[in-house]
């Protein structure tokens, strides 16, 4: 093995073929052993490196959220008011459309966590963490700013991405009726009767 480590791609480079191939074909064309003539390995040393298919597809998804996450700071820091920003987090969050690839990614790795170890679960909630303290922060700014109504931001933070994930897993399963632009503006009529401030 000593070989294979040596000649192997880099970690990211296997991500990134695996997000592009779930994106190309769909979650269920990708093997392990597909993947391995994506990057030039064979299936076993994939196993090796990875022990199963359900840590790639975790680490898939880690890789993935890493980058949304850098894109969700970009958005959440950039000048303009926090209603602004909150826009582009909706945005950011809801899926492009039916079997988006990182929506397909995520509702397979929350499939198949029914069977998974603690420490795989610690790393799902890590991820769902850091969308859920973003959220917070932004809610408390506009509400401190007096963009938004004076809601304890926490819990509006979970009720808003319960609406933003039932609405999501409709549009990445692609549900008739539930296509983004209607979901965005079911989003926006909630928040304006929620969250906006009446006279902003």
Known sequence: MAGA????????EVLAAAMDMIAA???????????????????????????SKDELLLQ??????????????????????????LAAYVDLYVPDGHRDP???????VWNRSQNADDDARERQAAIEGAWH???VA???EGVSRGEFRP??????????????DGFSLHVAIGLRGTDRDRVLAHVREFLAGTLLAVDT
């Open 151 to 164: 809601v304890d931001a926490d819990r509006f933070a979970t009720r808003l991405r319960a609406l933003l």
């Open 133 to 135: 303290r973003d959220l």
């Open 60 to 85: 898939t998804l880690e890789w993935s959220e890493g980058r949304l996450g850098t894109e969700r700071g970009r958005l959440l820091t950039r000048p303009g008011t926090a209603r602004e920003r």
């Open 5 to 12: 480590r040596r000649n192997a791609p880099p970690r990211e």
């Open 25 to 51: 074909r769909g979650l269920e064309k990708l093997t392990m052993a597909g993947l391995g003539r994506e990057v030039g390995m064979s299936s076993g040393h994939l196993l090796y490196y990875f022990h």
């Open 138 to 140: 932004l809610i408390a």
């Open 102 to 108: 990182h929506w397909t990614l995520w509702l397979e």
